[in-house]
């Protein structure tokens, strides 16, 4: 089963490579662009039998810095063989 994760800074919390991202745009020309947040993309591919609680632990402990971060899990639809 694959597991997406996506970790963000907590609303607060100063994000110098947002605003980076939000400068490089505006100097691109694109107007409009108000914040911007940036944050990680995880993919994992887990065994079925792998609990929530375990994809939350391993969030907790390793993937997201809870301090500063948020995250969000996403489990992937299983694919149809063809």
Known sequence: MKIRIFVTLKNGVLDPQ???IHHAL???GFS???DVRSGRFIEIDVEDNVSD???DAMCRKLLANMVIENYRIEKMP???PA
């Open 18 to 20: 947002g605003k980076a």
């Open 26 to 28: 505006d100097g691109l």
């Open 32 to 34: 409009g662009v108000n």
């Open 53 to 55: 609680g375990d994809i």
């Open 78 to 80: 299983e694919s149809v």
